[in-house]
């Protein structure tokens, strides 16, 4: 795979990571777009290294409060950064469970089934449009609403449905600041996505892997930079409500995947 071809793959994954337009589900449609070809060319390895970026980019713009919760826990502080770290356990629970006992079943969805991801797109929109019809949202967020939030997050595995999207939506539609909202969606997906790094690297998925160091580079910082500017940008739109503006143009993307799918 070539430099170029990271370089765009990068820009995808960080964008499509934070604004809720469903990176899963875009990447299926670069596949589509640049043929079998390139389906066969990208490896595991450039897939982890695109997500380690977007994880470091969530790392980098939330990093006073990463160290402030690992201060706390560090020094066993009891307290709202204990209280955190517990409601970030408990959304974790329905993915773990969905990635360690579903796996064959939702890699067979990463297979080009692109009237699936045209459909969860409009899924996607719907949920954005909801979202953004909410005035109120002043609660802060309990252990039922974490857990709920996992639920979404474990359905978002679907391609086409936002992660970021859908727990953004799922926050904002019982009422949770919207502020708060965002930061937890973020900050809940940084474990597991370096936990499911962990996971390929120990089960040796990487040995048969190799790809030239440049191309690797080129995708990673692209994500991180990337990322770093759709992270934040994507706070201040939630606190705007301005998701909508994301619906339509989900709607939009699932129509004409519905459409290539013909």
């Known amino acids: 795979m070539s430099a170029l071809e990271t370089l765009i793959?990068?820009?995808?994954?960080?964008?499509t990571e934070f604004l809720p337009?469903?990176?899963s589900g875009h990447l299926e449609l670069v596949k589509a777009i640049f043929g079998s070809d390139y389906e066969q060319q990208q490896g595991l390895l450039i897939t982890i290294i695109l997500h380690a970026a977007t994880a470091f980019s969530t790392i980098f713009v939330f990093r006073k409060d990463i160290a402030l919760i690992l201060s706390d826990i560090l020094y066993f502080k009891k307290g709202e950064s204990l209280n955190?770290?517990?409601?970030?356990?408990?959304?974790?629970?329905?993915?773990?469970?969905?990635?360690?006992?579903?796996?064959?079943?939702?890699?067979?969805?990463?297979?080009g089934k692109i009237a699936l991801?045209?459909?969860?797109?409009?899924?996607?929109a719907l949920l954005l449009f909801l979202a953004d019809r909410v005035t109120e949202n002043n609660k802060k967020i309990n252990f039922t609403n974490a857990f709920s939030i996992g639920v979404i997050q474990a359905i978002a595995i679907l391609p086409g449905i936002s992660r970021s999207g859908a727990t953004i939506a799922l926050a904002v539609l019982l009422k949770?600041?919207?502020?708060?909202?965002a930061r937890f969606s973020f900050l809940m997906v940084i474990?597991?996505?370096l936990g499911s790094m962990a996971k390929s690297i120990l089960d040796g998925d990487l040995s048969q892997e190799s790809t030239a160091m440049l191309p690797l580079l080129v995708g990673f910082v692209s994500a991180f930079i990337t990322g770093v500017f759709a992270c934040r940008w994507m706070v201040a739109l939630?606190?705007?409500?301005?998701?909508?503006?994301?619906?339509?143009?989900?709607?939009?993307i699932g129509a004409l995947?519905?459409?290539f799918s013909l």
């Open 21 to 23: 337009v469903s990176s």
């Open 191 to 193: 474990p597991l996505i």
């Open 257 to 259: 995947a519905i459409l």
């Open 117 to 124: 991801v045209g459909a969860m797109l409009m899924v996607t």
């Open 176 to 181: 949770i600041d919207r502020d708060k909202a």
């Open 238 to 252: 939630v606190k705007k409500s301005q998701l909508k503006y994301f619906s339509f143009y989900c709607i939009a």
């Open 84 to 111: 955190f770290s517990i409601k970030i356990i408990l959304s974790m629970i329905p993915a773990v469970i969905i990635g360690l006992f579903f796996e064959d079943f939702i890699a067979s969805l990463f297979d």
């Open 9 to 15: 793959l990068g820009i995808v994954q960080g964008l």
